[in-house]
């Protein structure tokens, strides 16, 4: 499985949610997980996908750590559809959360 099929399958899953999952660059800054996920609601996560059994760089690690000092959720080495379902999970929650309102 590549990394490609991983970050495909989260995107259009995200997608069926009502939400975006961005492809995420910022030049300039690097470490940043790969996906922004952008959900109803105005709720958001930072997702880095890896081909299965990959693990992030000490870096990506590093910026990371920052985002979650921050307040934001980070999945980190998203490498397998059981990975991508733990994100989607917490997607359809704050989906659900946002339709309860």
């Known amino acids: 499985m590549l990394e490609k099929e991983i970050e495909a399958?989260?995107?259009d899953s995200v997608r069926g949610l009502g939400g975006l999952c961005l492809k995420f660059v910022t030049p300039g800054f690097t470490g940043v997980p790969d996906?922004?996920?952008l959900l109803p609601?105005?709720?958001l996560c930072f997702v880095?996908?890896?081909r299965p059994g990959q693990r992030?760089?000490?870096r990506q690690s590093f910026v990371q750590r920052m985002?979650?000092?921050l307040g934001?959720?980070?999945f980190s080495s998203v490498d397998s559809w059981a990975r991508v379902d733990d994100v989607l999970a917490w997607c359809a929650g704050?989906?659900?959360e946002h339709g309860e309102s």
Do not use: I, M
Request: hydrophobic residues 35%.
């Open 56 to 58: 992030e760089r000490q």
């Open 48 to 50: 880095e996908t890896k």
């Open 67 to 69: 985002l979650r000092k």
């Open 72 to 74: 934001f959720t980070v």
């Open 35 to 37: 996906r922004l996920v």
């Open 41 to 43: 609601g105005g709720n």
């Open 9 to 11: 399958h989260l995107r």
């Open 94 to 96: 704050r989906v659900a």
